[in-house]
């Protein structure tokens, strides 16, 4: 079993849509939760973190944390096509390294 | 404010030759990490220092990669013979301290093609 595991999809959502994200990490303890923007042929780039259960909203994007059940997901608001891109999720390992893991990414595609 | 450096930004070698990669941190970043991502995944690390020292290598395939982080600012990462598997992308990023809440802000990355 992976630590951290999203689906590759690809995702594929209309224009104006909402487009959901899912993850789930298998280190009952970890406490902090990130999710990741890479482009094709470019570095990942933060764009939420989340520490506590519940949701935390930023613009368009609304992360969610459950950690009894161990995931943690990602809703994009009226995703446009600029959004298309594939989001990694990554979770802080609780241990000396405080390490990020990171699970393998969802790519998403936003249809104009 | 300048990002992570990173150079080259590409490098194509044959199978058993070394290369090098070269990372400059966010000014001021204490901590830099080296990470290898392959096609499709996300990214694996593979060394952090704080300041100078490594301090978490535990990844790091030490029979052919050796990192080094001499004055506590810029890194270099080498590899030493290459091997096909090598082929990725070397990611590296950095935050002001390490701890959990930090962001980590990644360089653009080396893409490294063995053949």
């Known amino acids: 079993q992976k630590e951290v595991e999203q689906n590759s999809g690809p995702l594929s959502v209309p224009e104006g849509a909402i487009a959901s994200l899912n993850c789930t990490y298998s280190d009952r303890v970890s406490q902090s939760f990130f999710w990741y923007r890479q482009y094709s042929g470019k570095s990942p780039e933060l764009i939420m973190s989340?520490?506590?259960?519940g949701d935390k909203e930023d613009g368009r994007f609304t992360a969610q944390l459950n950690k009894a059940s161990q995931y943690v997901s990602l809703l994009i608001r009226d995703s446009q096509p600029s959004d298309s891109a594939t989001y990694l999720c990554?979770?802080?390992?609780?241990?000396?390294?405080?390490?990020?893991?990171f699970g393998s990414g969802t790519r998403l595609l936003v249809r104009p | 404010e300048a990002g992570v450096v990173q150079s080259p930004r590409y490098k194509i070698i044959e199978k058993k030759q070394p290369v090098a990669f070269w990372c400059n941190p966010i000014?001021?970043?204490?901590?830099l990490y080296w990470y290898r991502q392959n096609l499709g995944q996300g990214p694996e690390l593979l060394i952090r220092?704080?300041?100078?020292?490594?301090?978490?290598d535990s990844q790091l395939p030490k029979d052919r990669f050796s990192a080094e982080r001499l004055k506590g600012v810029d890194s270099t990462l080498k590899i030493q013979p290459a091997e096909l598997g090598d082929s990725a992308v070397y990611l590296c990023?950095?935050?002001?301290?390490?701890?959990?809440?930090?962001?980590?802000?990644f360089g653009p990355g080396t893409r490294l093609t063995v053949l």
């Open positions: 000014s001021g970043h204490n901590t």
């Open positions: 989340i520490y506590s259960n």
């Open positions: 220092y704080e300041n100078e020292e490594a301090v978490d």
């Open positions: 990023a950095s935050t002001l301290d390490w701890g959990k809440k930090d962001t980590q802000y």
């Open positions: 990554a979770v802080n390992k609780v241990d000396s390294s405080y390490k990020l893991i």
